[in-house]
């Protein structure tokens, strides 16, 4: 039982370029989170699903794209890279928003 | 709107003494109250939460109050030791399915 993955743990991207980062989970929680966190600061939404087939935005949803195809999936997509989306990004689940979230270990993105 | 204000954003205190950490909320529906911990380079991870129908929960030397009618709910840490240095953040859920969290508080803990 891992919990929540997240694929890659460190990536470097120049300006423009985009990429998928992968979050799964096998806890089998309907509630799937993308936060950013950008250095010495607080945790920011980027989106979020209540389930599958259902995504809404968060705080800071700009320059981001995500689906949830099913229950263990949740990517994010960065279409064209700006230095601004420079952070960590942690991916979490819960069985509702009233319990417990489940952190995964986070990616961390530079963009160059 | 949604907010959860969270305060000192800096805490230094001498190991042995006492962290008290505060949050307030603005959506009265708010009814789940956890607290998560982020040591450097770490993940968050909960330490601890409270629900409405009590006023107080303990873990040890962590404890959360809550006070409904003010909106505001509290972190303590009794006998702090070095390895409570860390980053601490309270939350509350919205009614549309996210969880607002505070902006965070470090958390020094001198030898």
């Known amino acids: 039982n891992a919990g929540v993955t997240q694929t890659p743990k460190f990536r470097i991207l120049k300006i423009g370029q985009s990429m998928t980062l992968q979050c799964t989970q096998d806890?089998?929680?309907?509630?799937m989170y993308w936060y950013r966190q950008d250095p010495g600061m607080g945790l920011k939404l980027i989106y979020y699903?209540?389930?599958?087939?259902?995504?809404d935005k968060g705080e800071v949803p700009n320059g981001y794209n995500v689906s949830r195809s099913t229950t263990e999936d949740f990517p994010l997509r960065l279409e064209l890279a700006a230095p601004s989306q420079t952070s960590v990004y942690f991916c979490?689940?819960?069985?509702?928003?009233?319990?417990?979230?489940?952190f995964g270990p986070g990616t961390r993105l530079t963009v160059l | 709107g949604e907010n959860v204000e969270q305060h000192p954003s800096t805490l230094s205190v001498q190991e042995g003494d006492s962290a008290v950490i505060k949050c307030t909320y603005s959506?009265?529906?708010?009814?789940?109250f956890p607290w998560y911990k982020q040591e450097l380079g770490k993940r968050p991870q909960l330490i601890i939460d409270?629900?409405?129908?009590?006023g107080e929960k303990k873990d040890q030397r962590i404890a959360v109050t809550l006070n409904k009618t003010a909106k505001h709910f509290s972190l303590h840490i009794t006998e702090t030791q070095p390895e409570d240095s860390a980053v601490y953040f309270c939350?509350?859920?919205?009614?549309?399915?996210?969880?607002?969290f505070g902006q965070g508080t470090t958390l020094q803990v001198k030898p």
């Open positions: 409270i629900r409405s129908n009590v």
């Open positions: 699903s209540v389930g599958a087939g259902i995504t």
């Open positions: 939350a509350a859920p919205s009614n549309t399915g996210k969880l607002i």
């Open positions: 806890m089998n929680h309907n509630y």
């Open positions: 959506d009265s529906a708010s009814n789940y």
């Open positions: 979490a689940i819960s069985r509702d928003r009233r319990y417990e979230q489940f």
